[in-house]
Nanobody, 125 residues
Framework: QVQLVESGGGLVQAGGSLRLSCAPSGRTFSTYAMGWFRQAPGKEREFVAAISFNGARTDYADSVQGRFTASRDNAKSTVYLQMNSLKPEDTAVYYC??????????????????WGQGTQVTVSS
């Protein structure tokens, strides 16, 4: 069982930056691929970014490509999402998730086995 805790959300003006952190518990963190999703009010939860178990591969939604960067530090058991050039449409609750199956579709919610409780990101115009 993996418990995930996100932090780093908050209120920022358009054009600003935030860095989200996700600190899974458990001894096997380094064996999980990780993902970031977000959910805006009235919308479905959508894929934002994914990072492989060793950090060698990252994938991004088109809407955040070039602005967001996913990274991880397995020694610290922490995954990060650096968000730059934020836009009002980035406003959402952001979730990190852990995936055991490396071959599953990294952009699909159903591929992930464990989820955090989410952290609110609000971007004002």
């Amino acid at each position: 069982q993996v418990q995930l805790v996100e932090s780093g959300g908050g209120l920022v003006q358009a054009g600003g930056s935030l860095r989200l952190s996700c600190a899974p518990s458990g001894r096997t963190f380094s064996t999980y691929a990780m993902g970031w999703f977000r959910q805006a009010p009235g919308k479905e939860r959508e894929f934002v970014a994914a990072i492989s178990f060793n950090g060698a591969r990252t994938d991004y939604a088109d809407s955040v490509q070039g602005r967001f960067t996913a990274s991880r530090d397995n020694a610290k058991s922490t995954v990060y999402l650096q968000m730059n050039s934020l836009k009002p449409e980035d406003t959402a609750v952001y979730y990190c998730a852990a995936r055991r199956n490396y071959d599953s579709d990294r952009s699909r919610r159903t591929s992930y086995d464990f989820w955090g409780q989410g952290t609110q990101v609000t971007v004002s115009s």
